[in-house]
């Protein structure tokens, strides 16, 4: 069984979730997940660390019970997303005197997604402080890890920074903490690809923010907890820098074989050229893995045979995809191809457009690829080498 002591009197109350393959809908769980859930006994009172997946509920209530804890003062609630707020509305059912503790925005959201009553709330500001007798547990904001009521929590005479979201991973434990960083590093990334990336420049501010906190735990809501911070804010630093490598994102699909030689071909011409490529099926690609090559990749390409006189559906799944993660890559383009025409590239451009990245002129090719069409592919090949020299990669 898992030692769930972290510190005197703090101890680990979350559930697990190995089995689950999906999140949202939408993203793949290779590794399962976590919801992290912290029970934080000071001499005069206690607190909750946020709750678990309302799915997950008993699990937390049956946790909170082997404690023995007969009474819970405050639950501390860090982010509306309810996969750690989903079970607040049961804990607050076992334990009716306790106090949610969270922002203004946060306790707006919560009063909508779980009808929580008004007068449970004490909303907090920023810097804001609570004793629990021996321990404080103060409050840091940090906006947009990712939704805008995100806040921290920092357990000073525990240096404990309890950072929900921010600085977690989707990964099922055995052990509290992570032992090997190698382990935990993919499982990270793609976390952080998947839903930080789009904020990197209020990332990078948040990482200011904790910078200065002396920290011996990092304890987040999803994944194992991290032993000081360095590894892990050390990370998101790069991830969401403004560096890119010299590296392609190519996703494609293909219905009769062209679009997938003309992939292929692509792929080939580059990797020639010396750039790495990071090349996905869409029909069978996972999203993660989409997100974490686009994270540092100076160039996304993607590719689509024409379809009822547009792109393939797919195709204008990763071209939202590539939007919505807003990744720092550079340069866009379309490869292809149609049997007798269609606005395919002007539909991927429009949803490309607003990403702020050059687009390099697209290679539509009719039909299976031809000796001058590979040559238009090298060319393509050719442009995005050059691009990628003058921003000094190779
Ligand atoms: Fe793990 Fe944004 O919830």
């Not at 076992?94 to 009808?115: Q, R």
């Not at 606005?343 to 039909?367: F, N, R, W, Y």
Request: aromatic share 10%; with cysteine.
């Amino acid at each position: 069984m898992m030692d769930i002591n972290i510190k005197n009197g703090i101890t680990y109350v979350g559930a697990d979730d190995g089995q689950r393959r999906i999140f949202d809908e939408l993203i793949g769980l290779p590794d399962g997940t976590t919801y992290n859930s912290y029970l934080v006994s000071g001499k005069e009172k206690t607190a909750l660390i946020d709750s678990v997946d309302p799915t997950k509920k008993d699990v937390l209530l049956k946790n909170l019970k082997s404690c023995g804890v007969s009474s819970i003062d405050y639950i501390i609630s860090h982010h509306g997303e309810q996969d750690h707020s989903g079970a607040i509305p049961d804990v607050l059912e076992a334990f009716p005197m306790a106090k949610v503790i969270t922002n203004a925005k946060c306790k707006a959201e919560l009063i909508d997604l779980l009808h929580i009553e008004d007068e449970k709330f004490i909303v907090i500001e920023d810097g804001q402080e609570i004793s629990l007798g021996d321990k404080t547990l103060r409050f840091i904001f940090t906006p947009w890890v990712h939704w805008p009521e995100t806040f921290v929590t920092y357990l000073a005479q525990d240096r404990i920074l309890f950072s929900c979201d921010f600085l977690g991973s989707h990964y099922s434990f055995k052990k509290l903490f992570v032992d090997d960083n190698n382990e935990i590093f993919i499982a990270a990334k793609r976390y952080y690809a998947e839903i930080m990336s789009p904020f990197r420049s209020l990332v990078r501010k948040n990482l200011e923010k904790i910078q200065p906190l002396e920290v011996d735990v990092v304890a987040p809501s999803h994944g194992p907890l991290h032993k000081g911070k360095d590894f892990i804010t050390g990370c998101y630093s790069q991830w969401a820098s403004d560096d890119v490598k010299n590296e392609v994102m190519l996703v494609y699909v293909s219905m009769h074989g062209s679009t997938d030689r003309i992939a292929q071909y692509f792929a080939q011409s580059l990797e020639k050229k010396g750039i790495k490529v990071h090349k996905f099926n869409l029909a069978d690609a996972d999203t993660g893995d989409i997100a974490m090559a686009l994270l540092d990749s100076a160039t996304a390409v993607i590719g689509s045979p024409m379809v009822l006189a547009g792109p393939h559906p797919k195709a204008v799944f990763a071209a939202f995809l590539v939007k919505a993660l807003r990744p720092k890559t550079r340069f866009l383009s379309v490869i292809g191809s149609y049997g007798w025409g269609g606005k395919l590239v002007e539909q991927l451009a429009d949803i490309l457009g607003s990403t702020g990245a050059e687009i390099i002129e697209p290679v539509m090719i009719k039909g299976y690829p031809k000796e001058a069409d590979y040559k238009l592919l090298e060319e393509l090949a050719g442009r995005i080498k050059t691009k990628h020299q003058e921003l000094g990669l190779s």
